[in-house]
């Protein structure tokens, strides 16, 4: 069974600081990886994803790495802000047959960026 | 915008009754599925669908069952709620991964309590 694993569980950073989320997985049999963030209360904001054939993805201050072979990807972060405070989420896609998908998701990293 | 409405974000029940939560996506996908999400467990897959009139067992399925009549609308069903179900519901939906990027996305979550 796919196990996905994020360290790590809290971080706190000052405003500025460049950081680095870590999500691994067990199985390298994926279809895709997506990064979320989650606010307090509410529903899971799609970030990044990543297909299995793609190496990274990048949108604003944000970047997503892949390494299948080793069952890991990385969430970069760049100059960060209090704004991006919040809970961030891993999952990893895998094609149970055609046209059939599941989900599995690690258990997050809060991070805190401090004014 | 892409969109997956959950019809109530709150909701207060008693013990035994029965509980209906809606979810509907504007994006004509396939697959939906039921999270709940509860503190130091993770999200954990309650139903999924890839089809109408379709259905899965996930992970915790005990306690809940689904109904999708209609390919953009996948309920679920507390038969007779307890205390223990107490929790933020999630809903969610994606694209089959054959032809799409199979990209996921989430409702604002509805926040069940039973007393």
């Known amino acids: 069974k796919q196990e996905v694993t994020q360290i790590p569980a809290a971080l706190s950073v000052p405003e500025g600081e460049n950081l680095v989320l870590n999500c691994s997985f067990t199985?390298?049999?994926?279809?895709?990886l997506q990064w979320f963030r989650q606010d307090p209360g509410k529903g899971l904001t799609s970030l990044l994803l990543?297909?299995?054939?793609?190496r990274e993805q990048t949108s604003g201050r944000l970047n997503a790495s892949l390494d299948k072979s080793s069952g890991r990807s990385t969430l970069y972060i760049a100059a960060s802000q209090p704004g991006d405070s919040a809970t961030y989420l891993c999952?990893?896609?895998?094609?149970?047959?055609?046209?059939?998908?599941?989900?599995?998701f690690g258990s997050g990293t809060k991070l805190n960026v401090k004014p | 915008d892409v969109k997956v409405t959950q019809s109530s974000r709150y909701l207060v029940k008693r013990t035994g009754e029965k509980v209906f939560l809606e979810c509907v996506q504007d994006?004509?996908?396939?697959?939906m599925f039921w999270y709940r999400q509860d503190p130091g467990l993770g999200l954990r897959l309650i139903y999924f669908?890839?089809?109408?009139?379709?259905?899965e067992k996930g992970d915790i399925p005990e306690g809940y069952s689904v109904s999708r009549e209609k390919k953009e609308r996948f309920s679920l069903i507390l038969e007779s709620a307890s205390t223990n179900q107490t929790s933020m519901y999630l809903c969610?939906?994606?694209?089959?991964?054959?032809?799409?990027?199979?990209?996921?996305?989430f409702g604002e979550g509805s926040r069940l309590t039973v007393l």
């Open positions: 969610a939906s994606s694209s089959p991964f054959r032809f799409y990027t199979g990209e996921l996305f």
């Open positions: 199985d390298s049999a994926i279809y895709n």
């Open positions: 990543i297909q299995s054939s793609q």
């Open positions: 999952a990893v896609g895998i094609q149970l047959s055609v046209g059939f998908n599941k989900f599995y």
């Open positions: 994006m004509d996908h396939e697959n």
């Open positions: 669908s890839y089809d109408v009139k379709m259905k």
